[in-house]
């Protein structure tokens, strides 16, 4: 069996070798190739010739491409200078030059510029806080089109009751709506990675509900913090109630109101997940609006959450 992987890993090799430039697995470098997947992102985003696109992680400039086809402008952002130099000798002498700008450098590090579409084969390690920093990007943008590990997907689709309904999943769909678009297998990439993949749309929700976002991760990190727990045990750990109370006391300070002397956070918030039904629930099973009056029942106690 061991001489079987290793014709195998020489055989992607040399592969790899014949394409001119040898991968980086490490910063996620699996290049999209079949073209068929190519074109069924480009298509899903829906552009304009008047948009001016995101692309995050171009590799060697399949997608980018078919992007400045459509397009008035593609901002690629490449952390490799490698992969950067394949993307410009693609289009280098051709009209779809002047619409490209290139972008060398670690994407989450980067202030983005404005863009009304983001269409990225992502690294799969950096998925998470690369859909926050969009998610908070100002001025909003149209459309995002998203190639993700599988499972990180579904949990980004995923409902109440579903077993990979998580954080990720309820602050994801507070601020955007989130659609699973399609499947894709290893084979579509060279070289191929370990694990299946799927592409998403996602749209933020313009105007955006007018809560503090960091208030709000605050609140649902505690409540997911052990899910399948009732909310009222998540809210009977120490350092919980710790964090908590040091908030209400500076809260009371801004506001200058005095805090009662037989002040008790346990039996406050004992009281308060009592008296509006939350005391039995269970993160996995609540939806937006269980989350969004739980916050509202907390605030109002002046019990927040940063």
Known sequence: ???????????????????????????GQHILKNPMIVTAMVEKAGLFSTDTVLEVGPGTGNMTVKLLEKTKKVIACEVDPRMAAEVHKRVQGTPLSSKLHMMIGDVL????????????????????????????????????????????????VAQPGDKLYCR?????????????????GKNNFRPPPKVES????????????????????????????RKNKTIGASFRYTKVLELLEKNYRVHCSVKNIPVPA???MKSTINHLLERNGFEKKRARTMDQD???????????????FM
């Open 262 to 264: 037989d002040f008790d």
């Open 198 to 225: 799927s592409v998403v749309r996602i749209e933020p929700k313009n105007p955006p509900p007018p809560i503090n976002f960091q208030e709000w991760d605050g609140l649902v990190r505690i409540c997911f913090s």
């Open 168 to 184: 990720l999943s309820v602050n994801t769909q507070l601020l955007a709506k989130v659609h699973h678009l399609m499947k894709v």
């Open 109 to 156: 590090k980067t202030d983005l510029p404005f863009f009304n579409v983001c269409v990225a084969n992502l690294p799969y390690q950096i998925s998470s806080p690369f859909v926050f920093k969009l998610l908070l990007h100002r001025p909003f943008f149209r459309a995002a089109i998203l190639m993700f590990q599988q499972e990180f997907a579904e949990r980004l």
């Open 290 to 304: 269980d989350f969004l009056q739980l916050l509202h029942d907390f605030n109002a106690e002046g019990i927040h």
């Open 1 to 27: 069996m061991p001489k079987v992987k290793a014709a195998k890993k020489s055989r992607q090799h040399q592969e790899i070798q014949k394409q001119g430039i040898q991968f980086n697995t490490g910063l």
